[in-house]
């Protein structure tokens, strides 16, 4: 009994030494766990914010829309040199058809289609937009719209309205919210009227370029798609656009009461007189 007592008591003793050693190697998997755990979520906690202070860098802007505009020019060229370029083929080949109505229709058609691809081709790439006055490039666009649309297209400036302050980056970008802010509304605000109004300081405001652009569309809750962010509107790339240029980009909009929006770059200006250029 002493002998078969004491294999017992072995054995327990055995099963005890396993089970420590379980619970031993449990207990550090678990403090390695939770300790492999917690480094994963710093390193990610890390690398967000990290990401998110590269992308609200300035180099980070500056490469992604510098990005954006090379890509805007390529599909202009080819749109330009491929499209347009087939479409002038097929109104030479039209031009011989023999039946005059068909003839007259496929050439009205393919003078529309080429008309519009021009446009295209000038909206995402215009000419010398970083080197021409802000005002003219503008004007420009607004009398291009107001060909496109049933809206009548506004231009207000002063008489001797000075832009040469703005270095081409910001001649672009001021360019690119004005362009943004006129898209949309053709898309979404059903306005019959849109201003756009470009002037220096006036009273007492602080001495820079004011831009507004009003329409009389149906308008919006501008607190509740700031909220939401707007990013259908395209608001997200205007303000970044705004931001990187040290601009000023505001909303203003009420349901059934248009809206307005407001840039303002500040900067040392001059400002006189105003006068009015309206199209249609």
């Known amino acids: 009994m002493d002998i078969a007592l004491s294999t017992a008591i072995a054995e327990i003793e055995h099963l005890q030494a396993i089970l420590h050693s379980y619970t031993y190697f449990f207990l ?19 690398f967000l914010k990290s990401r998110h202070k590269l992308r609200t860098s300035g180099n980070y802007l500056r490469y992604t829309i510098r990005g ?10 080819e749109l330009h040199d491929t499209v347009a370029q087939d479409l002038r083929y097929c109104k030479s080949l039209g031009s011989k058809i023999s039946d005059d109505s068909l003839r007259e229709q496929l050439c ?22 970083t080197r021409n006055n802000l005002a003219a490039n503008v004007m420009d666009f607004c009398h291009a719209f107001s060909q496109q649309s049933e809206t009548t297209f506004r231009m ?12 081409e980056e910001e001649n672009l970008n001021l360019y690119r ?22 002037r220096n300081q006036i ?28 990013s259908h509107f395209g608001l997200v790339g205007m303000k ?3 931001d990187f240029i040290g601009a000023k ?6 349901p059934g009461d248009g809206s307005q929006i407001t840039i303002v770059k500040l900067k040392p200006l001059a400002s006189v007189k105003e006068g009015t250029i309206k199209f249609k």
């Open 156 to 167: 207000v400036a002063t008489d001797s309205l000075d832009t040469s302050f703005l270095t």
């Open 68 to 77: 954006q505009e090379e890509e805007r020019a390529r599909i202009a060229r």
């Open 28 to 46: 550090i998997f678990d403090v390695v766990f939770f300790l492999a755990v917690f480094v994963i979520i710093l390193l990610a906690f890390v």
């Open 240 to 242: 970044q656009r705004a």
């Open 108 to 129: 009205r058609l393919l003078d529309k289609s080429i008309a519009e691809i021009r446009s295209m081709s000038y909206n995402l790439a215009p000419p010398d937009v």
């Open 249 to 254: 980009l505001s909303i203003s909009s009420e």
């Open 177 to 198: 919210i004005v362009q943004e802010s006129l898209n949309n509304i053709l898309k979404h605000a059903k306005a019959s009227e849109v201003t756009v109004l470009m």
């Open 203 to 230: 009273g007492g405001e602080e001495k820079g370029l004011y831009i507004f652009i009003t329409d009389d569309g149906v308008g919006f809750d501008a607190r509740k798609n700031y909220a939401s962010g707007m």
